[in-house]
């Protein structure tokens, strides 16, 4: 075990993600348990450059794993992204003692840790903390399951108006460039199709869905469309069906950043917490520049530079599935 750590330094970066406050508890906790330091970081990166940091205690994450967001609140830091940014956070860091960072966030919070190890050694184990689920290296994120859970949710409510009124709707779920969402919340609500950015579907094959569910007299339809696709989002997919098909009564809607917030899911929690934990024992075990995820149910550690560049694959089977439930 790694005896020179002595301090660390939890921080959240990037978009806020259901489940951040259980793994900055877990962090928190472990570190107690295993006679550390720790301090939180607050506004992620641009807090550790305005020395906005401050000692925990047990008050510190008192009533925090139910409450979705992040009490360390998160930001955007454009200086850090630049040399001068990066050496000003490390003195601000190293004048605390701050030996080892713990980073939950997305592919650019794993990014800052893994060029922060590179420049000035200081140790950084990363926690997968997005709803997109778009990181190599883990089966799951922190935030993924509440988000799909959400997203169900809410495609539920709209499909009694679908029902209701013969409507068509199109749904935009969030993911980034990743159909990961989409494919979750498709299965789950009944989809008649699920647009991904991995998969291109032509307007014409959906055209042939919609027209063979309207054969089968189906009451609804709800297609799926993860952000950030190539053929465009909702609105777009949208337009192009109605001027094609315009007796189709055709709605939209955009769930946006409700998917974001919340209360974690139970799995989220404990996801959370599992990584909040194997987080600390990796950096007291030398475990550097790595993040920490679960795969196959497993805890494993996979090199930050991987889990950033690395392509996550969709899960065809899941696509396979998909297709079947909505003929």
Do not use: W
């Not at 002595?6 to 806020?16: C, R």
């Not at 409450?67 to 609140?73: H, I, M, Q, S, V």
């Amino acid at each position: 075990m790694d005896n020179t750590i002595k301090k660390i330094g939890v921080l959240t970066s990037g978009g806020d993600a259901p489940g951040m406050n259980a793994a900055i508890r877990a962090v928190v906790r472990a570190g107690f348990y295993y006679n550390l330091e720790v301090y939180g970081i607050y506004r992620g990166y641009e807090g550790m450059i305005n020395n906005d940091i401050r000692k925990m205690d047990s008050k510190s994450i008192a009533h925090v794993l139910e409450r979705g967001g992040t009490f360390l609140k998160s930001a955007r830091s454009e200086e850090f992204r630049t040399a001068e940014g990066r050496k000003k956070a490390y003195e601000n860091i190293k004048a605390i003692g701050i030996d080892a960072l713990v980073v939950i966030g997305g592919d650019g919070s794993l990014t800052g840790a893994h060029l922060f190890y590179k420049e000035f050694g200081i140790p950084a184990v990363g926690l997968p903390g997005t709803i997109d689920n778009d990181l190599f290296g883990t089966d799951l994120t922190i935030g993924f399951d509440t988000a799909c859970n959400t997203a169900i949710q809410a495609i539920d409510k709209i499909r009694d108006t679908a029902t209701s009124h013969d409507r068509l709707f199109f749904i935009e779920v969030m993911g980034r460039d990743a159909g990961f969402i989409a494919i979750n919340a498709g299965i789950g609500s009944a989809a008649a199709a699920i647009l991904i950015p991995e998969k291109k579907m032509p307007v014409e094959m959906l055209l042939e869905r919609l027209k063979s569910r309207e054969k089968a007299k189906k009451e609804s339809n709800i297609v799926i469309v993860a952000e950030g696709g190539k053929s465009g989002g909702a609105a777009e997919i949208a337009e192009k069906v109605r001027k094609i098909l315009p007796s189709y009564d055709i709605k939209v809607t955009i769930l946006g950043h409700l998917q974001r917030g919340g209360a974690p899911s139970a799995f989220d929690r404990t996801l959370a917490s599992k990584l909040g934990v194997s987080a600390v024992e990796g950096l007291l075990h030398g475990k550097y520049d790595v993040m920490v995820g679960v795969i196959n149910n497993k805890i494993v550690f996979t090199p930050i530079k991987r889990a950033i560049v690395d392509d996550k694959k969709v899960d065809e089977e899941e696509l396979r599935i998909a297709n079947i439930l909505s003929t």
